[in-house]
């Protein structure tokens, strides 16, 4: 059976940010899931190909001005329609780099993944305020949680 994908796309414009990527990654990565390809890819390089081609999807972005990233903005502008009869069900997992409080970005996201009719797997990983290194563990945890997940079939 050919490997599960597991498409990461986030928008990292700091080296905060992308210690979290990193993180997420290395968790989806983790040598204790076996038959997952995880394929990570800025939101500007990621397109309905990337989407289709995957079994379940890990989104990120920062919060910009209480909305998500214009970079991951134009992913959905340009994937959301060819997406859109295509990949019900889709399991996706979101994390959030928020200076305030991420509410206005994770519910702009979850308006457009509903419309898509993808499921989300847990809750937002929001991080909050100033940059904690525990924001890393958490978004290892959820890389980790996602492709194990895929590997289970459990979504």
């Known amino acids: 059976m050919p490997p599960k994908r597991l498409l990461v796309v986030a928008h990292c414009p700091s080296p905060n940010t992308r210690a979290l990527l990193d993180a997420v990654l290395r968790g989806a990565r983790s040598p204790e899931v076996q038959g997952v390809e995880v394929v990570a890819k ?18 990120g972005t920062t919060e910009n001005l209480g909305y998500m990233s214009g970079a991951l903005k134009d992913f959905f502008d340009r994937s959301y329609y060819p997406c859109l009869e295509r990949t019900q069900g889709m399991p996706y997992a979101l994390f959030v780099r928020a200076g305030h409080d991420g509410t206005g970005t994770c519910r702009a996201i979850a308006s ?14 929001v ?3 100033p940059y904690r290194d525990d924001f ?8 980790l949680l996602m492709a194990a997940g895929l590997e289970a079939g459990i979504f």
């Open 42 to 59: 800025p939101p500007l390089e990621a397109g309905p190909e990337d989407v289709l081609e995957s079994q379940g999807v890990i989104l």
């Open 127 to 129: 991080c909050r305020g």
């Open 136 to 143: 890393a563990a958490s978004c290892e945890e959820l890389g």
């Open 112 to 125: 457009i993944a509903t419309g898509l009719r993808w499921r989300p797997v847990q809750e937002p990983l």
